[in-house]
């Protein structure tokens, strides 16, 4: 069973920085893509920020050039989310996703996090 622990929200002002962390664990699992969604109260879950397993990244338009998603080198199963110049309009809970390979069943799945709450001041 994959689990994903996502770490690091927050409150802060805008034009703040913020990091997310997402960690995915398990067995006999091999991830194929990590992302970031968001959903705003009243509002549709966006996606973020998202990034394969040969490191293509894509972005939401209104984070490009502000967000950063990363893969720790460490563990490629861990990802980041580094968030600068934080806007008031970046306020939502953040959840983690995965696209991933189940080795004992061959199925791509998908699984989220619990998410963590960002709020950004004005």
């Known amino acids: 069973q994959v689990q994903l622990v996502e770490s690091g929200g927050g409150l802060v002002q805008a034009g703040d920085s913020l990091r997310l962390s997402c960690v995915a664990s398990g067995n006999s699992f091999t991830i194929t893509e990590m992302a970031w969604y968001r959903q705003a109260p009243d509002n549709q879950r966006d996606m973020v920020a998202k990034i394969t397993r040969g490191g293509q990244e894509t972005y939401l338009e209104s984070v490009r050039g502000r967000f950063k998603i990363s893969r720790d080198h460490a563990n490629r199963d861990t990802i980041f989310l580094q968030m600068s110049n934080l806007r008031p309009e970046d306020t939502a809970v953040y959840y983690c996703?995965?696209?991933?390979?189940?080795?004992?069943?061959?199925?791509?799945?998908?699984?989220w996090g619990q998410g963590t709450l960002v709020t950004v001041s004005s």
């Open positions: 996703n995965a696209k991933f390979v189940d080795h004992d069943t061959s199925r791509l799945l998908e699984i």
